[in-house]
């Protein structure tokens, strides 16, 4: 089993900037990469940005691209998200999610999840 905890989220104006983080625990040698997603009010979970475990590939969201940067600290088992020039359609709840076996932009194939942090972008 692997433990996410998200943290991070919070109020800020637009074209402000937050960094999420999400701390890995348990079996964490299994996790072969780790993504973002979020899911604002009334709409379907979405995929923000994906980054593999060990070589640090990534990949954005349309949406967030230029704006947003996934990393990670393996040392401290912790994948962070970095959001700049936020904009109020940023709003939401973000996610960490964890697969063992596939990097994608597809929720289904993310094993484990975090309970989420909320995002909230002020106009």
């Known amino acids: 089993q692997v433990q996410l905890v998200e943290s991070g989220g919070g109020l800020v104006q637009a074209g402000g900037s937050l960094r999420l983080s999400c701390a890995a625990s348990?079996?964490?040698?299994?996790?072969?990469?780790m993504a973002w997603f979020r899911q604002a009010p009334g709409k379907e979970r979405e995929f923000v940005a994906t980054?593999?475990?060990?070589?640090?590939?990534?990949d954005y969201a349309d949406s967030v691209k230029g704006r947003f940067t996934i990393s990670r600290d393996n040392a401290k088992n912790t994948v962070y998200l970095r959001m700049n020039s936020l904009k109020p359609e940023d709003t939401a709840v973000y996610y960490c999610?964890?697969?063992?076996?596939?990097?994608?932009?597809?929720?289904?194939?993310?094993?484990?999840w975090g309970q989420g942090t909320q995002v909230t972008v002020s106009s």
């Open positions: 999610a964890a697969a063992i076996s596939i990097r994608t932009m597809l929720s289904k194939a993310y094993d484990y």
């Open positions: 980054i593999t475990w060990s070589g640090g590939s990534t």
């Open positions: 348990g079996r964490t040698f299994s996790i072969y990469a």
